[in-house]
T-cell receptor, first 114, second 113 residues
Framework: DGGITQSPKYLFRKEGQNVTLSCEQN?????MYWYRQDPGQGLRLIYY???????QKGDIAEGYSVSREKKESFPLTVTSAQKNPTAFYLC?????????????FGPGTRLTVT | SQQGEEDPQALSIQEGENATMNCSYK?????LQWYRQNSGRGLVHLIL?????REKHSGRLRVTLDTSKKSSSLLITASRAADTASYFC?????????????FGKGTHLIIQP
């Protein structure tokens, strides 16, 4: 099956700990994205990568970090510097990072930090 | 960055009726996209309409775009219980879209059986 996988589905962490969310795609897409969704809200862009070995900050990058060492993988680390990390995190990909195409989303990871 | 805003925030209709939701955005765009999200799930792409298109159809979906008013509408005809979901419009953060999308808060649609 082709698609985007995110793991785990639910993640619980103590305040002050860093945590890494996994995102893998086998669609052979160049571009990958991380979004955050809070209850009753739309999605906000955290980081994006238009091609392997390159990534850019989105609208709310503070307290997050990413890497793009492989085309199929785009992990997101939520650091202890993120003030309100509890949220639903969605990873997406699109075929080409040079223009606007439809994005394919993973099932999401719900992170709870206490 | 620009932002789409959907209206209404919530909509409840009877199965079989048509559902219309609207989206407004702030600056020029290359295209506008609509997505559906079932509760607690990822988003599913529904339709993309380019700035030089005025109307587009896909199955029971009809999308219109009025660039002079910076608005779009999504019509779902003959609604079904399975259409219950949140619907979001999305535009490119800086018009083009290659650097990610900006989403509105969505319209929560409930189809009553």
């Amino acid at each position: 099956d082709g698609g985007i996988t995110q793991s785990p589905k639910y993640l619980f962490r103590k305040e002050g700990q860093n945590v890494t969310l996994s995102c893998e795609q086998n669609l052979n897409h160049d571009a990958m994205y991380w979004y955050r969704q809070d209850p009753g809200q739309g999605l906000r862009l955290i980081y994006y990568s238009q091609i392997v070995n390159d990534f850019q900050k989105g609208d709310i990058a503070e307290g997050y970090s990413v890497s793009r060492e492989k085309k199929e993988s785009f992990p997101l680390t939520v650091t202890s510097a993120q003030k309100n990390p509890t949220a639903f995190y969605l990873c997406a990909s699109s075929i080409d990072g040079r223009a606007s195409y439809e994005q394919y989303f993973g099932p999401g990871t719900r992170l709870t930090v206490t | 960055s620009q932002q789409g805003e959907e209206d209404p925030q919530a909509l409840s209709i009877q199965e079989g009726e048509n559902a219309t939701m609207n989206c407004s955005y702030k600056t020029s765009i290359n295209n506008l996209q609509w997505y559906r999200q079932n509760s607690g799930r990822g988003l599913v792409h529904l339709i993309l309409i380019r700035s030089n298109e005025r109307e587009k159809h896909s199955g029971r979906l009809r999308v219109t775009l009025d660039t002079s008013k910076k608005s779009s509408s999504l019509l779902i005809t003959a609604s079904r219980a399975a259409d219950t979901a949140s619907y979001f419009c999305a535009t490119g953060r800086y018009g083009g879209g290659a650097d990610g999308l900006t989403f509105g808060k969505g319209t929560h649609l409930i189809i009553q059986p």
